[in-house]
């Protein structure tokens, strides 16, 4: 009779279970990477005045804001992006695509394709994105009502099963009267949803999106006359530097009454330069997160401005992204209350 084939030692030993493998001997286990804000919250929604996570749980989505593509697209980058998930921590990134100034009105094929690069690229790092229409000049958004409504079909078209969007549509309106905007919106609307049902929808207010205040009035034409839609938020921006208790009282005051969202805001003066007023900022972020409003400083880019967090010169060198030795000053401080995450 032919002798058994002989069992190799270790093997006989790794069948026992007396050997170790290489990758568990005397190794702790293995550290569980925390989940991506996506991947932790899933599809938003609004819930009351509040922006709800897909288990109904109220959160806060901290991040940045891109410039305008058509001046620092070099600015949003693999590295950057990266930078931006993993070094800043970011919940959220808003893809800033100008209208006028040289923006989409005059390719809107080639702008429409840079916004789709951006929603996959925060899309592939786990971050949200808003899909910002920075309608900036002529105030009026029914000036681009046409316009708007070929841009977010084919992006709702695209990305209606994707659980990280929002969408901006319409910046910072000015000139023009609440009814207007109202208007403009309820028309808008019904196109995005016919292709989107779910995706959140932030609705720009009066006078460069400050509830009214910087034209002389408040939050209270858009709590008595509300734009007819579900599932929307309207937007609120403040520059720290010039806006100061009067605007943080009627922001304080809206944000019991209707849902808000914080889709830009600086430490510096209202055009994004001069010097910069972190204890004033630090006094809007403290009510922010006292109550679970959502915000996006601007901006993510070199530009000259104080209000540009990295110093020149830097995206064209493509980077230091990470750390701080790029960052100015109102980089370094973002930077830090970026990296400070609501509890998912």
């Not at 058994?4 to 050997?19: D, H």
């Not at 029914?142 to 084919?154: I, V």
Request: hydrophobic letters at 40%; glycine letters at 6%.
């Amino acid at each position: 009779m032919r002798p058994a084939r002989s069992v190799p030692l270790v093997a006989a030993l790794l069948l026992l279970g007396l050997v170790l493998t290489p990758t568990t001997a005397r190794s702790a286990p293995a550290a569980t990477a925390a989940p991506t804000p996506v991947a932790a919250n899933g599809q938003l929604k609004v819930c009351g005045t509040k922006l709800c996570n897909q288990q109904g749980k109220t959160i806060q989505l901290r991040g940045m804001s891109t410039h305008g593509l058509q001046w620092y697209s070099q600015c949003v980058t693999s590295g950057s992006l990266n930078a931006l998930a993993t070094d800043w921590k970011a919940d959220v990134l808003r893809v800033s695509m100008y209208i006028q100034e040289d923006g989409y009105e005059t390719d809107p094929r080639r702008f429409t394709d840079l916004v789709h690069s951006a929603i996959e690229q925060a899309t592939a790092r786990g971050m949200y994105a808003i899909v910002d229409w920075h309608m900036l000049d002529p105030g009026d958004p029914h000036h681009n009502l046409a316009r708007a409504k070929t841009f977010f079909s084919e992006i709702a078209q695209r990305h209606r099963d994707k659980n990280n969007l929002l969408y901006e549509i319409a910046n910072e309106p000015s000139g023009v009267s609440w009814p207007r905007i109202k208007s403009y919106a309820e028309q808008l609307i019904p196109v995005i949803r016919a292709k989107d049902p779910d995706t959140p929808i932030l609705v720009g207010t009066r006078a460069w999106s400050s509830l009214g205040v910087s034209e002389g009035a408040d939050e209270s034409e858009v709590v008595d006359n509300p734009v007819n839609a579900a599932n929307i938020m309207y937007t609120f921006h403040f520059y720290a530097y010039s806006h100061r208790d009067k605007y943080l009282r009627t922001l304080a005051r809206a944000a019991d009454r209707i849902p808000v969202f914080v889709t830009e805001f600086g430490t510096q003066n209202y055009a994004g330069e001069g010097a910069n007023d972190f204890a004033m900022s630090q006094r809007y972020l403290d009510l922010l997160a006292a109550k679970k409003i959502s915000w996006v400083n601007w901006n993510f880019s070199d530009d000259q401005r104080s209000g540009a967090v990295f110093k020149q010169g830097t995206c064209a060198g493509n980077g230091p992204w990470a750390g701080t030795s790029s960052l100015k000053p109102a980089g370094v401080w973002i930077r830090d209350r970026v990296r400070t995450p609501d509890d998912f």
